[in-house]
Nanobody
Framework: QVQLVESGGGLVQAGDSLRLSCVASGRTFSMYVMGWFRQVPGKEREFVAAISWSSTDYADSVKGRFTIARDNAKKTVYLQMNSLKPEDTAVYYC?????????????????WGQGTQVTVSS
């Protein structure tokens, strides 16, 4: 069983930055693929970014603005969000893919956090 706890969301203005954090339990965190997804009401949960031990990937909509990173010693994954836009407003979810297989769709991620709200005002 893996528990994920996100933090760092909030209300910011367009152009501002936020850093989300996700602390995980689990003895083999370093082997997990970790991802960030986001969801707005009435829409599908969408991929934002993912990181393995050797690779990262980003949705086109956030490339160049968001950075995903991990600290295996702290069992924590981060999402640094710069130049935020109103369209980035969503609930952001941290997810773990314990198989270790890199993926950018929500399928295959077997543990999810409770989500943290990010609201960007114009």
């Amino acid at each position: 069983q893996v528990q994920l706890v996100e933090s760092g969301g909030g209300l910011v203005q367009a152009g501002d930055s936020l850093r989300l954090s996700c602390v995980a339990s689990g003895r083999t965190f370093s082997m997990y693929v970790m991802g960030w997804f986001r969801q707005v009401p009435g829409k599908e949960r969408e991929f934002v970014a993912a990181i393995s031990w050797s690779s990262t990937d980003y949705a086109d909509s956030v490339k160049g603005r968001f950075t995903i990173a991990r600290d295996n010693a702290k069992k924590t994954v981060y999402l640094q969000m710069n130049s935020l836009k109103p369209e980035d407003t969503a609930v952001y979810y941290c997810a773990a893919r314990t198989s270790g297989v890199f993926g950018t769709t929500r399928w295959g991620y077997d543990y999810w956090g409770q989500g943290t709200q990010v609201t960007v005002s114009s």
